[in-house]
């Protein structure tokens, strides 16, 4: 059995290095960094007292956020795709 | 006009407490807090050097990364449906 390939890249995160280990392509951990880092900056301008731990939790709290109300969403369409399929 | 209800609550994060505000109900907050402490600890027990700063940065990481994929996976549903629906 063939494994996946797995892509590792050397990310810059706030400041700090990481590297990342994933199956998909360069591009998207690049992007995945970018966005990581973007959304860090955006709390750390709103609140600029926070220490880098609850900086990242909290860009962790917003992100799961949309993760699971996107997921919501994905599952009702998806229901709303197979009954039509019926 | 009428502001949109917002929900403020406490919450514990890899044992440290965080007040979250939002939009959404009280069980999704919780849920989406219980869910990045959770993702918080796999990552320790994955690699228990890492310090909890890199540990959240890890967590957004891996949560952006689901959400990315997520996204696109959604969007070619929509369009899919869209199609169908002309």
Known sequence: MS???KTRTSVDIYGRNYTLVGEEDLHH???VASTVDDTMR???????S???SRIAVLTAVNTMNDYLKLK????ALLKKTEQKED
Chains 1, 2 share one sequence.
């Open 29 to 31: 951990m690049r992007l």
């Open 72 to 75: 919501e969403d994905y599952d």
């Open 50 to 52: 926070l220490d880098t």
């Open 3 to 5: 494994q996946p390939k």
């Open 42 to 48: 955006e709390i750390y301008q709103a609140n600029k």
